[in-house]
């Protein structure tokens, strides 16, 4: 039996898959562990944790020749060019969902292609690939400094977590 711990969009699910229960469950199983790589890739792109997203993808493609490796940090870069090329709005999230796709074709591929004991390692390297991309996830907050501002009979409308500071000494 094959436990694998997934992380993807925020939540934990842990799949468990075995070998005996048929292939479609087990293709199943690299298809979301695949997707979230794939994900962990475009979220990563352009944030401090890049670097190391970028070269723990890349040593997993490679599966230790130097070339394949070299290789695929040229792809990792490319794909960032292309998200950082992307303008705001539709396009960049046309773009997005195209790069994640890509990325998950080739997680997929590479997962199919191996032996059961190194899918296991990769699924594996992948798990903590996405836990790290998802830890150097920005939080989304939003700050608003009304220190010089002047109010009067005015309210604040919002949603989600917000903290309001009356500043009326300063």
Same mark, same amino acid.
């Given at each position: 039996?094959?436990?694998?711990?997934?992380?993807?969009?925020?939540?934990?699910?842990?799949?468990?898959?075995?070998?005996?229960?048929?292939?479609?469950?087990?293709?199943?199983?690299?298809?979301?562990?695949?997707?979230?790589?794939?994900?962990?890739?475009?979220?990563?792109?352009?944030?401090?944790?890049?670097?190391?997203?970028?070269?723990? #993808?890349?040593?997993? #493609?490679?599966?230790?020749?130097?070339?394949?490796?070299?290789?695929?940090?040229?792809?990792?870069?490319?794909?960032?060019?292309?998200?950082?090329?992307?303008?705001?709005?539709?396009?960049?999230?046309?773009?997005?969902?195209?790069?994640?796709?890509?990325?998950?074709?080739?997680?997929?591929?590479?997962?199919?292609?191996?032996?059961?004991?190194?899918?296991?390692?990769?699924?594996?390297?992948?798990?903590?690939?996405?836990?790290?991309?998802?830890?150097?996830?920005?939080?989304?907050?939003?700050?608003?400094? #009304?220190?010089?501002?002047? #109010?009067?009979?005015?309210?604040?409308?919002?949603?989600?977590?917000?903290?309001?500071?009356?500043?009326?000494?300063?």
């Amino acid at each position: 039996m094959t436990n694998w711990l997934l992380t993807a969009c925020g939540r934990t699910t842990l799949m468990v898959l075995s070998r005996d229960v048929g292939d479609d469950m087990l293709v199943e199983g690299l298809v979301a562990v695949a997707a979230a790589g794939g994900g962990a890739i475009v979220q990563a792109a352009g944030t401090d944790a890049w670097n190391g997203i970028r070269g723990g #993808f890349a040593r997993l #493609f490679g599966r230790g020749e130097a070339g394949r490796e070299q290789a695929e940090l040229e792809r990792l870069d490319q794909t960032q060019a292309v998200l950082d090329a992307a303008r705001e709005g539709e396009e960049a999230q046309r773009v997005e969902i195209a790069q994640v796709a890509r990325w998950q074709t080739r997680l997929e591929t590479l997962l199919e292609e191996l032996p059961e004991a190194e899918q296991q390692q990769v699924v594996a390297e992948l798990q903590a690939l996405v836990a790290q991309a998802e830890a150097a996830k920005p939080e989304g907050t939003v700050h608003n400094d #009304f220190s010089r501002a002047t #109010f009067t009979n005015s309210q604040v409308l919002g949603s989600g977590n917000m903290t309001v500071t009356n500043n009326y000494d300063k």
